[in-house]
């Protein structure tokens, strides 16, 4: 059961992830051309990519009751938020949920051998982005007795303007705790 558990949970962090990345690889349809982004020289709308490998350590089943983040986004949009959530491991994957009325943050983590690392998901009420550990996002991570804590910058990663098909270049970097 824990196996169907936790192949649930990350399915629903990759569908999560293709329906964000299709959304965000379509081309800004505005017609306006004179906004475009600083960073569109030769690396065109490709993500910035980690060099770093990822290891997720193991991850102890239980449930996170009471945690924070602290997000930060710049770039071609900028916005600053602390959150509160939860979240819940199981079988060596571990599944943070934080938000309200306006942001949500989603962030995955599998300790797993032959499962991709995880990844996150953001979306504000001025924009949608998703990154994959070790792709477009590098990480840090530990979990200590009844804690996990880690943080995660993603540099230069695709936004969707949320309403439009508009993309956007942004910079996330994070910091999250829970307990226990």
């Given at each position: 059961?824990?196996?169907n558990?936790?192949a649930?949970?990350?399915?629903?962090l990759?569908?999560?992830?293709l329906?964000?990345?299709?959304?965000?690889?379509?081309?800004?349809?505005?017609?306006?051309?004179?906004?475009a982004?600083a960073?569109?020289?030769?690396?065109?709308?490709t993500p910035?990519?980690?060099?770093?490998?990822?290891?997720?350590?193991?991850?102890s089943?239980?449930?996170?009751?009471?945690?924070?983040?602290?997000?930060e986004?710049?770039?071609?949009?900028?916005?600053?938020?602390?959150?509160?959530g939860?979240?819940?491991a199981?079988?060596?994957a571990?599944?943070?949920?934080?938000?309200d009325?306006?942001?949500?943050?989603?962030?995955?983590?599998?300790?797993?051998?032959?499962?991709?690392?995880?990844?996150?998901?953001?979306?504000?009420?001025?924009v949608?982005?998703a990154?994959?550990?070790?792709?477009?996002c590098d990480f840090?991570f530990?979990?200590?007795?009844?804690?996990?804590?880690g943080?995660?910058?993603?540099e230069?990663?695709?936004?969707?303007?949320?309403?439009?098909?508009?993309?956007h270049?942004?910079?996330?970097?994070?910091?999250f705790?829970?307990?226990?």
């Amino acid at each position: 059961m824990k196996t169907n558990f936790r192949a649930s949970l990350l399915f629903v962090l990759v569908v999560a992830l293709l329906a964000l990345g299709a959304a965000c690889g379509g081309s800004d349809d505005s017609g306006d051309d004179d906004d475009a982004s600083a960073d569109s020289g030769s690396s065109g709308n490709t993500p910035n990519k980690s060099k770093k490998s990822v290891t997720v350590p193991k991850i102890s089943d239980g449930a996170y009751g009471s945690g924070k983040i602290h997000i930060e986004i710049t770039g071609d949009k900028k916005q600053t938020v602390d959150l509160e959530g939860g979240g819940f491991a199981s079988g060596g994957a571990l599944v943070l949920t934080y938000g309200d009325t306006e942001v949500s943050s989603f962030l995955s983590f599998s300790s797993n051998k032959g499962d991709e690392a995880g990844g996150m998901v953001i979306t504000t009420k001025q924009v949608a982005t998703a990154g994959a550990w070790g792709e477009e996002c590098d990480f840090t991570f530990s979990e200590s007795g009844d804690s996990v804590s880690g943080e995660f910058t993603c540099e230069k990663i695709e936004a969707l303007e949320v309403g439009s098909a508009k993309s956007h270049r942004i910079t996330v970097k994070a910091k999250f705790s829970l307990k226990r």
